[in-house]
C-alpha cells in the first residue's frame, strides 16, 4: 500500500499562485508515477500533470500548460504542483496519485491506470 497525502490548497485571488504538495508513505516503490488531477462540482475527475519517476519527462493538460508546473523530489517521496496564474476556472478538488509502474520514463495521463490516490486538496480561485 501507498498513502498519498496532499496540502497546499487554500483560497486565492485570481491571477495568484499555490503550490501543491504530495507525500507518498508506505510501502514505496522505486519506479512510480506521479499524477495530479482535479475535479470541480459537477464534472469528471480530470487528468492535470503528470511525471515520470526519473522526473525527466511531464505531460500536461492543455488548459493548464504554460501556467503549472510539476515536478518530485524522490529523496523526500514528494512531488508537487506550482499553479500560477490562476482563474476561476481552476477551481476544484486536487487530487494526487501513484500509477506503480516497472518503466522509468513513463508518464501516466489515464485516470483508471492510477493505483493510489490522496484524499484531495481544495483549490478555490476567486474573481
Known amino acids: 500500500q501507498v498513502q498519498l497525502v496532499e496540502s497546499g490548497g487554500g483560497l486565492v485571488q485570481a491571477g495568484g499562485s499555490l503550490r501543491l504538495s504530495c507525500a507518498a508513505s508506505g510501502r514505496t516503490y522505486r519506479y512510480y508515477v506521479m499524477g495530479w488531477f482535479r475535479q470541480a462540482p459537477g464534472k469528471e475527475r480530470e487528468f492535470v500533470a503528470g511525471?515520470?519517476?526519473?522526473?525527466?519527462?511531464?505531460s500536461y493538460a492543455d488548459s493548464v500548460k504554460g501556467r503549472f508546473t510539476i515536478s518530485r523530489d524522490n529523496a523526500k517521496n514528494t512531488v508537487y504542483l506550482q499553479m500560477n496564474s490562476l482563474n476561476p476556472e481552476d477551481t476544484a478538488v486536487y487530487y494526487c496519485?501513484?500509477?506503480?509502474?516497472?518503466?522509468?520514463?513513463?508518464?501516466?495521463?489515464?485516470?483508471?491506470?492510477?493505483?493510489?490516490w490522496g484524499q484531495g486538496t481544495q483549490v478555490t480561485v476567486s474573481s
Open positions: 496519485a501513484a500509477d506503480l509502474t516497472s518503466d522509468p520514463v513513463a508518464v501516466t495521463t489515464t485516470r483508471r491506470e492510477y493505483d493510489y
Open positions: 511525471i515520470s519517476w526519473s522526473g525527466d519527462y511531464t
